[in-house]
């Protein structure tokens, strides 16, 4: 500790004189006292300048003290103090919101709450099959961190180049070409923990300094499986789309797979809990049908939301409107899981429209008032942002639950 304490005072590092500075004006300042008090007025005054000189040797002292800690602790400016204040103090007074569901709708959802509460946790599914997180489950045993990933990244305080470090694909190398390298860096997070997955999630969470939590909804190796009005079966979550037939029944396997203890908390502990936006059967619902998740969210107190897809999707959602979404929602988990709905109701360009045809895929119709015959709030608004992809805009969205949230809840700044 005291050798610490010494090293401020090596040459170099531009604390010491200025701290030198404050303590001559300190005395500068006393000195200047005695002569104050002098029953003389010219001493008296002489002795009031000394003063104001001291005063300025504190000032110019401690100001300058304080700009080299912030270029020592901050050398590359790459975060404003201002922005630091904000978060601390600003952003950790905002309520506590939790997000679930899955896939790059989440992390759309994520990337605008973090500009409005740092009490933000972010349940994430964890039974995708596909791609590099398909490839790592099966040789790993682990479960699917793709979705995780997103997530953590979304939520990131640390510079850009740390997040698009974790969205990198590999493009060739035998063993490596179509992975990512942030799959890659939870993987073995997760085999330096002893394989605890939730654990490396939170050790990750740290390299990217995120802004609030995010927790796998259950820490079992789960693989969804859909049954189809036909009587079929398809295991695994990117292969249940392209059965193209309508969905009867959604179950996970094993069938014992339960919450982790943070996230059934964070749900306990909840302000909002909010759902969606994301894919139905393959990010919401896996959440929905863990054992005890429903209830869990019934029981909460928080006021809940679900965010609604603007779009269809084939062999998930063909035909669906804002009702049948919430229905199915509703179905498998419980009518009390919910107090409002968040939909689009701009109309898709016709050039965007054109290209989501040869998908089969279609603008979700806003039936506001079916979902209020169910019961539940609605908002209906423009969400949209068309660009490569129609999806939600981020700003458009977070406008939307904030308004409904400070409007329903009453929870202000």
């Known amino acids: 500790m005291s050798n610490n304490l010494f090293k401020w005072l090596y040459p170099g590092i531009k604390v010491k004189r200025w701290m030198l ?22 001493v008296s005054r002489m002795g009031v300048v000394i003063i104001l000189c001291g005063i300025v040797f504190v000032v110019l002292g401690m100001g300058k ?35 679930l569901g899955g896939g790059q709708g989440l992390s759309r959802l994520l990337l605008g709450l973090k500009e409005y509460t740092a009490n933000l946790t972010a349940i994430v599914t964890v039974a995708d099959s596909g791609g590099s997180s398909g490839r790592l489950r099966e040789e790993f045993n682990i479960v699917a961190p793709g979705d995780i990933r997103n997530c953590l990244v979304a939520l990131a305080d640390a510079p850009a180049l740390m997040g698009q470090l974790f969205q990198y694909r590999f493009s060739d ?16 997070m997760v085999q330096l923990t002893g394989g605890d997955f939730q654990k490396a999630v939170e050790e990750s969470s740290k390299v990217l300094a995120i802004r609030g939590k995010v927790i796998p909804s259950t820490v079992h190796n789960v693989h969804l499986v859909a049954e189809y009005v036909d ?35 964070a749900i306990a502990e909840a302000d ?18 863990i054992k005890g998740m429903p209830e869990a969210i019934v029981r909460s107190p928080a006021y809940k939301i679900y965010v609604c897809n603007v779009m269809t999707q084939r062999g998930e959602t063909d035909g669906f409107s804002a009702g049948d ?17 968040i ?15 040869g998908e089969d895929s279609y603008p979700v119709t806003a039936d506001a008032e079916g979902i209020r015959s169910m019961g539940y709030r609605v908002v209906a608004t423009d969400l949209l942002s068309v660009a490569d992809y129609v999806r939600h805009d981020s700003k458009k969205l977070t406008q939307a639950l904030i308004k409904l949230i400070e409007t329903q809840r009453v929870i202000k700044r």
Do not use: W
């Open 21 to 42: 500075a404050a303590c001559f004006g300190v005395l500068v300042v006393g000195f200047g006292s005695i002569f104050a008090v002098y029953p003389y007025p010219f």
């Open 65 to 99: 003290m304080t700009v080299s800690l912030i270029t020592l602790f901050l050398p590359q400016r790459e975060r404003d103090i201002v922005n630091i204040l904000y978060q601390r103090r600003y952003l950790e007074r905002g309520p506590k919101v939790v997000a």
């Open 173 to 188: 190398g035998e063993g490596l070409k179509g992975h990512n390298f942030g799959n890659l860096f939870l993987t073995a």
């Open 231 to 265: 009587g079929s079966l398809t295991e695994g979550e990117a292969k249940i789309p392209g059965k193209n037939l309508p969905i009867k029944r959604l179950f996970l396997k094993p069938e014992g797979a339960v919450p982790t203890p943070e996230a059934l908390t």
């Open 272 to 289: 909002i809990i909010v759902m969606g936006p994301g894919s139905l059967y393959t990010s919401i619902l896996p959440n929905l049908i």
């Open 325 to 341: 979404h919430t229905r199915a929602i509703i179905g498998y988990a419980h009518p009390k899981v919910l107090d409002a709905c």
């Open 343 to 357: 939909i689009n109701d701009a109309l898709v360009p016709d050039e965007a429209l054109q290209r989501y045809r």
